[in-house]
């Protein structure tokens, strides 16, 4: 899609609700990643969005199924993206049930240079009210703004920007499905407008990670009433190098996966607190030096996770030194 405006933008499509198809209007289930990203361009083409837009088509697939088989690919067209001194900035269209991963690791091994908008849908392309077009409408208009580079990678979803490092889907239905913790959304967003919260943040910094292939094995324990150590074990393999708990309250959990996650702790597994709750921060307490334990903050599970992949790959494994980069994010 051409305009005469100069600005020109790369499209990375990686499928989800926002290219998915129902069959009708109404219908409550319907299929993730249908349409295709030169269909999906000639879809937007009559909005009048004033930017040049590219598209490339990584995959096409329900986010569930997100990993490092397209995380490989899309970094990649990223990074070329960047390279390239006609491109202003950079879309990623996802879906939503992983979109906060992906968002939140593109942004810890990205330089913050020029603009990677990440944004979904909460209704299929073919549904009544399908909130995509707006979404994609928005994310141009961000993509386009010269302050939004700096900021890190940011996600744009019903009329509101967040920076990858908070936002987090709290709701299955509707469009208003993300909110941001701690800090709430860091902009708001219309096709014709756009407004900024604050300065940017990283602006001159480079990517905080180096892009790795091979990410290690890190697990998530979902503590619950009457979770016992004999289940945990079951999770747990040779191969696991980092377990991330999604505990009670503050981090809590059943003494005997306490004590059991400390066993995996001192054979030099790194264990991460973190909160099951929606809005959880998590911080340091004073058994966690003795457990060899780090706190997660105000990391979900999810995010805590990909955060100790990329320090573990990056050579980090003392306690002390995951805790202190946790605490910068």
Known sequence: MTS??????????????????????IAKDY???????????????????????????????????????????????????????????????????????????????LAADKPVVVVGAMRPADAVGYDGLRN?????????DPDAAGRGVLVVMGDRVFAARDVRK???????????????????????????????????????????TDLPEVVIVYAHAGLDAASVRRQIGDAT???VVAGLGEGNMPEAVRTALVEQARNGVAV??????????????????????????????????VLLQLLLADGISDPAAIQQKFDRR
């Open 4 to 25: 005469t405006n100069s600005t020109r933008l790369t499209v990375l499509a990686t499928g989800g609700t926002i290219a998915g198809i129902a069959g009708s209007a």
């Open 31 to 109: 299929r993730a990643g249908e349409i295709g990203i030169d269909d999906y361009l000639e879809k937007v083409g009559g909005l009048g969005l004033g930017a040049e837009l590219s598209g490339r088509q990584i995959a096409n697939i329900d986010s569930a199924d997100m990993g490092p088989g397209v995380w490989n690919p899309l970094h990649a067209a990223i990074a070329e993206a960047m390279a390239d001194d006609g491109c202003r900035g950079i879309i990623v269209t996802h879906g939503t049930d992983t979109l906060e991963e992906t968002a939140f690791l593109l942004d810890l091994t």
């Open 136 to 144: 994609f409408a928005n994310a141009v208009r961000v993509a386009s």
């Open 170 to 212: 709290v709701r299955t239905r509707g469009t208003e499905a993300f909110r941001g913790f701690p800090r709430e959304s860091i902009g708001l967003v219309t096709p014709a407008s756009l407004e900024w919260f604050g300065a940017p943040w990283r602006q001159g910094r480079a990517a905080a990670f180096r892009w790795t």
């Open 241 to 243: 190098r980092g377990i």
């Open 272 to 305: 991460v607190r973190a909160s099951r709750t929606d809005e959880g921060l998590v911080d340091r307490e004073p058994e966690d030096r003795d457990n060899g334990f780090i706190a997660a903050r105000a990391l979900n599970p999810q995010k805590a996770r």
